[in-house]
């Protein structure tokens, strides 16, 4: 628990990210942040990328590929689709326009908004094997970003009471944990990058973001020490 306060004390005064902390169910806990970050998650809609896809995904192709990431999820991790739509009650917007955002990036790829030659941004990640191996993380994404982050602090619930899980992350306006880097109670710490594929088949590419919830939420391994996350969220 001193980490944890030490690490949220950090990250407040010395970069100025809000902290939200939320607990309950996956739909409740997004709803409690979703309140919260209002003023980010208008942001973030409001970012000029976002605003060329709402209109794609108004298209017949944009809703084809909108539905195949969609059902699948659905079909997959329905606890992180109840999360999403807690998001979208609490911040006010549609279900459709927050869900948008965890596909962004694979709709920029079938838009062509992500074929320009020597593209190189977003997240980088260092692993240095010295004496005393290290990891860092950096968030390097749109400047349209700066003003749209947070950290969550979050304690997963069941709907009888019973604690599933409790982790800390760094998130972007609309969007739940496993988006950026974290870690959880278990001591596991996790950092996501995007690579994108020369082809894309919308129905299943999608899956691969949420493997990463996966180990996020539900992981019990311990091998990687809650220390190196320091080296993550003081590079933002």
Not at 108 to 113: K, N
Request: with cysteine; charged share 15%.
């Amino acid at each position: 628990m001193i980490p944890l306060l030490i690490l949220l004390g950090l990250v407040s005064c010395v970069t100025s990210i809000p902290v939200y902390t939320a607990e309950g169910t996956h739909y409740e806990v997004g709803k409690i942040i979703g309140r919260a970050a209002q003023k980010e998650i208008a942001l973030t809609m409001a970012n000029p990328t976002i605003q060329k896809i709402i209109p794609f995904l108004d298209t017949p192709t944009g809703k084809q590929i909108f539905e195949g990431f969609y059902i699948n999820t659905v079909k997959n991790y329905p606890q992180y689709v109840d999360e999403i739509r807690g998001l979208a009650d609490g911040s006010g917007f549609t279900l459709e326009n927050i869900f948008m955002l965890f596909a962004k990036s694979e709709i920029e790829s079938f838009m062509g908004l992500r074929d320009q030659p020597n593209r190189v941004e977003h997240c980088t990640d260092i692993l240095a094997n010295s004496y005393t191996p290290c990891w860092g993380h950096n968030e390097d994404g749109d400047v349209y970003d700066r003003d749209t982050t947070y950290i969550t602090n979050v304690t997963i619930v069941s709907s009888e009471g019973e604690i599933i899980d409790r982790f800390v992350a760094f998130a972007y306006g609309g969007t739940i944990a496993a988006d950026a880097y974290g870690f959880n109670y278990h001591g596991l710490v996790l950092s996501e990058n995007a690579i994108d594929a020369k082809k894309l088949n919308y129905y299943v590419s999608f899956l691969s973001f949420f493997s990463f919830l996966i180990s996020f939420y539900f992981s019990f391994f311990s091998s990687v020490l809650l220390s190196l996350s320091f080296l993550s969220v003081l590079t933002f």
